[in-house]
């Protein structure tokens, strides 16, 4: 039996399930669970009080996730350890007891906790209505505070996203520099930005797809993107980015009904 996985393109997640979810988590005074599904504002976190906890969510019914994520502040590292034990479990009833057909664990990283639901059996993600997510750092000498989280679906295509495309960090520090040439300077926040990205020759349902998920997003609402969900090629630390489109993406005709598409992303502060 071949070994060689199936490949997943890379993924616009604009769909978090979380966002109609009945959620139970214990209350953190001050940074309530509440904060990290607001993607907007990357300086309000959730903190929870201990370093053991667990996370209960009721879909509401059988709904389809193929990624998970947590991000931390932007330009931070982040404040979960990488000894950190974190296992997503997935039922279609409420009953956790160590069986449940889904049970994966997702990867901790400097710069967020990211796991791929996909497998070649089921390449579109996993459909439950009742998830657990489990979370063990009790070795971290550090608080917990988590920014964003995402449990949801995505939208790909039938190709994979173009290569050459650019990376680059935008630094805000304000910089001067005195007339004999010594810089003084105040940091500022950097963010990284993804340019020169795009698809070719999306058909029919892939343009639909598309035009349907920024007419959704426009230049307003943060999504996960995923350009590598299997790491073939590139880290999830590297290749995901909690994001704005930079610019709303442009559809160019190539011939008949293909057209190619260009579009920069902006990672949210």
């Not at 939208?155 to 520099?177: G, H, M, P, V, Y």
């Not at 920024?214 to 590139?234: N, T, W």
Request: proline share 3%; with cysteine.
């Amino acid at each position: 039996m071949s070994n060689i996985k199936l490949r997943r393109n890379a993924r616009i997640c604009d769909n978090n399930q979380l966002d109609d979810a009945v959620i139970t988590v214990a209350a953190e005074p001050g940074f309530p669970f509440s904060n990290a599904l607001n993607f907007k504002q990357r300086g309000r976190i959730w903190k929870p009080t201990t370093k053991t906890f667990l996370i209960s969510i009721d879909m509401q019914a059988n709904k389809q996730c193929s990624f998970f994520a947590m991000f931390g502040e932007v330009d931070k590292y982040l404040t979960i350890s990488n000894q950190a034990v974190i296992t997503l479990k997935a039922n279609m009833i409420d009953l956790f007891e160590g069986d449940e057909p889904f049970i994966k664990d997702a990867q901790v990283t400097d710069k967020g906790v990211f796991c791929d639901l996909t497998d070649d059996d089921n390449p579109t993600g996993q459909q439950y209505r009742f998830w657990q997510i489990t979370i063990d750092d009790s070795l971290n000498p550090s608080d917990i505070e988590v920014s964003a989280i995402f449990l949801g679906d995505h939208i790909d295509f039938q190709f994979n996203a173009k290569q050459q495309f650019q990376f680059e960090r935008n630094d805000l520090t304000r910089r001067a520099t005195s007339d004999s040439g010594v810089i003084y300077s105040v940091r500022k926040l950097q963010y990284a930005i993804f340019s020169a990205m795009g698809w070719s020759y999306l058909g029919t349902d892939d343009r639909t797809k598309l035009l349907s998920s920024v007419e959704k997003l426009g230049l307003s609402v943060p999504f996960v993107f995923v350009l590598d969900p299997l790491e073939i090629a590139y880290s999830f630390q590297f290749g995901t980015l909690l994001s704005y489109f930079e610019d709303i993406p442009k559809l160019t005709h190539a011939y008949l009904n293909k057209f190619n598409v260009a579009f920069a992303l902006r990672e949210v502060v």
